[in-house]
DNA sequence: GACTTGCGACTTTTT
DNA sequence: GTCGCAAGTC
């Protein structure tokens, strides 16, 4: 027996889950209970039992959790060579559909859309169908695209969700269903999958073998966030529940848009009587005085009433800061974050949360003026942005010359090839018998000669990147190939360039270029940041992250600014009492993340557009979810109107320019 | 006929 | 930053 020490320092509760037998486990644990340890404490006993790595399962939210978690399990055990199963659904899916594609009717080189490249897909599908000039407007791609996630994921048919979730497409229900089953034909013809099916394939794969298990043990972190779909998925590994482990809390449910639903924790819950449940409401992350806050904030309808209570003992009161306008607010957060950095807290221990992206778009102004060095998390992911897709859509033309979407971005990259006769080239490369890439020249000959001497360029250099074998001089090769696409089309391209050879370094010596490709899709950087691998240890840095993001992350200060209504809880969620919900669930995630201080700033006036450029302001109400039970728990402070300059009429003569002509 | 350019409107959250 | 649309140009 090995000397493990999973059990050190671990409480009753949560020592009775790790060492829990066979039977279901549910736990449910409240934010900051230490449920991470648990599970990788349970872990680390069922390898000490002697149950085999290979048939241990553990399902998280992230792949950086799962690896993390699996890290630490081993440590704890003490035992280099084990290594249990772990990942996304997602990256599971994959890891399953490639060893066995044949079974769901795919080729062995199967290749996975991001979601980008589904809905250039979907994009094209509706150009097909004749529906993207109409008269009335037609849903967009995007939003087809989450109609299609919506059904697939629930399992609910289209006549329902649209009415239901997107009630303004409603009038084009007749034409949304051939729609998609002609996307979804299009998909299988050009081998491809798109997230939803990995999920999909799965199921069906798991429903055909029947009652053969391939695990002894599932354990699904953060399960409040499953769907439909993966619920089935988890039922077909553990069918009667043993061996099952699962670990949620139905007030951190915050991913309904993706098909979510927090209900699903309890019904399966009530799905398995002989479970035993455990509650962990002993909470050691944060000091009580944010624990009476995060109390407040959590909603009731969704347990019997959870309660944190705090091993760390009392500290600072929360404080609500009222500023008078956005740009107020950012210079208080970095003020008080320079401040608390003078007396010796690290950049990194403190968190700036936001509900959507360009929340902080003031405070990084305000950060990168005073030189406060920052990393963004969350928000526009890498692979959305333009040049990162133009990229890939070159990378797939090297393993999959027919691949029509990818063409289609190709070949409008170039100078004089637009919509039209893009489309016509793509009839085109259909028509050629063999691999369209090598017979570039005949493609070539099509077009106009104001686009021929580009795509002959392009078409040559991509075709000669087939020549490395090495993913990261593939890479290169094929950067190579676009390299005057993306000079010619973006004025910023010496930055998009570096991040592109970023990208390729990281590609280093994997497998192979495209399989790299699909991990990288399935488990995207945060940043281009994470490319360069991790921050060096000296590094320092203040976070900003969506609330979404910051999801099982913790700091010793957290600022949340725009605690006000119309963006905690945004205004497209208050059409039901549903998004209400889990607005306020958004809330207590965020409030929740902070060990020892915890501030919220409301500014009174923000602009009606982002860009706009005219002074229309409105005043903005505070959060409803602040409410006066909320509010006395809290240290109100105000910073309103920031001390103007005395503004000293200038001089006619320095306005004069006459000197200059 | 097709492409380019310019303008205005809009932009939640993510595996 | 991106999309759709309209007018102007090859």
């Known amino acids: 027996m090995f000397a493990s020490t999973w059990r050190d320092g671990l409480t009753d509760a949560q020592l009775r889950a790790a060492a829990h037998g066979d039977a279901p486990l549910v736990v449910v644990a409240g934010a900051g209970t230490g449920k991470t340890r648990t599970l990788v404490a349970r872990v680390a006993d069922l390898l000490d039992r002697d149950v085999p790595a290979e048939r241990i399962l553990l399902l998280t939210f992230t792949r950086r959790a799962a690896d993390d978690m699996l890290a630490r399990a081993r440590d704890l055990v003490g035992r280099g060579s ?12 994959h890891r399953v ?12 080189d199967f290749g996975v859309l991001d979601p980008s490249e589904a809905t250039d897909l979907m994009d094209l599908m509706r150009a097909e169908h004749g529906l993207a000039g109409s008269s009335e407007r037609f849903p967009r791609a995007s939003t087809l695209v989450d109609i299609y996630s919506r059904c697939v994921n629930r399992g609910e048919p289209l006549r329902e969700v649209v009415p239901a979730e997107f009630p303004w497409c409603a009038p084009h229900l007749e034409s949304i269903g051939p729609l998609f089953r002609a996307y979804t034909a299009r998909k299988r013809e050009s081998n491809v999958v798109d997230f939803d099916d990995l999920l999909l394939f799965w199921r069906a794969l798991l429903a055909a073998e029947g009652t053969t298990r391939s695990f002894d043990h599932v354990l699904v972190d953060e399960y409040q966030d499953v769907n439909a779909l993966q619920v089935d998925i988890v039922r077909l590994l553990a069918p009667d529940g043993r061996g099952l482990t699962i670990v949620g809390d139905e007030a951190q449910s915050i991913y309904g848009f993706r098909g979510a639903d927090s209900r699903l924790l ?9 479970a035993t449940v455990i509650r962990l409401e002993e909470n050691f992350r944060s000091r009580q005085p944010i624990l009476d806050v995060a109390n407040e904030v959590r909603p009731r309808e969704d347990d019997e009433g959870l309660s944190l209570r705090s091993t760390r003992g009392d500290g600072p009161t929360p404080r609500l800061v009222h500023c008078h306008d956005a740009a107020g607010e950012a210079r208080a957060i970095v003020t008080a974050i320079l401040e608390a950095h003078e007396e010796g807290l690290p950049l990194r221990e403190q968190a700036v949360l936001v509900r959507a992206a360009h929340h902080s778009d003031l405070v990084e102004v305000e950060l990168t003026a005073r030189r406060v060095p920052y990393r963004k998390y969350g928000g526009l992911r ?30 409008r990259l170039h100078e004089a090839i637009g919509t039209a006769r893009a489309r016509d080239l793509i009839d085109a490369v259909r028509e050629l018998r063999v691999d369209p890439l090598e017979q570039w020249p005949d493609l070539v000959a099509q077009v106009t000669p104001t686009a021929r001497d580009g795509l002959s360029t392009t078409l040559a250099t991509l075709l000669a990147a087939r020549d490395h074998a090495r993913a990261a001089d593939r890479a290169d090769a094929v950067i190579e190939a676009i390299r005057p696409l993306i000079t010619g089309r973006y004025p910023d391209a010496v930055t998009r360039l570096g991040d592109l050879e970023r990208l390729a370094g990281a590609a280093g010596d994997a ?57 905690i809880p945004i205004d497209m969620a208050l059409g039901s009492d549903d998004g209400l919900l889990e607005e306020r669930r958004l809330f207590y995630v965020a ?6 201080t915890l501030r919220l700033y409301a500014p009174l006036r923000l602009p009606h557009h982002r860009h706009a450029a005219d002074d229309r302001h409105s005043f903005a109400p505070i959060s409803r979810f602040v409410d006066d039970v909320v509010r006395a728990r ?23 320019l006459d000197h200059l002509w």
């Open 511 to 567: 497998r192979s270029l495209r399989a790299w490709l699909a991990e990288v899709t399935l488990d995207p950087p945060h940043s281009t940041s994470d490319l360069a691998g991790p921050p060096h240890l000296d590094e320092d840095f203040v976070i900003i992250s969506t609330i979404h993001s910051a999801k099982g992350l913790e700091w010793s200060a957290v600022h949340v600014p725009h605690v006000i209504d119309g963006v």
């Open 97 to 108: 559909l490639s060893s066995h594609p044949e079974g769901v009717g795919l080729s062995p």
């Open 82 to 93: 084990a290594v249990p199963v772990g990942g996304t659904f997602h990256a599971l899916a």
């Open 266 to 274: 309890r019904e399966t819950i009530a799905s398995l009587p002989d």
């Open 634 to 656: 809290l240290v109100v402070e105000e910073q309103l109107p920031a001390r103007e300059e005395p503004v000293t009429p200038v001089g006619r003569a320095s306005l004069d």
């Open 591 to 596: 409030v929740t993340r902070a060990r020892d």
């Open 382 to 411: 890498f692979l959305e942005a333009a040049h990162v897709r133009d990229f890939v859509a070159a990378v797939r033309l090297l393993d999959s010359p027919r691949d029509e979407v990818a063409w289609y971005r190709l070949l």
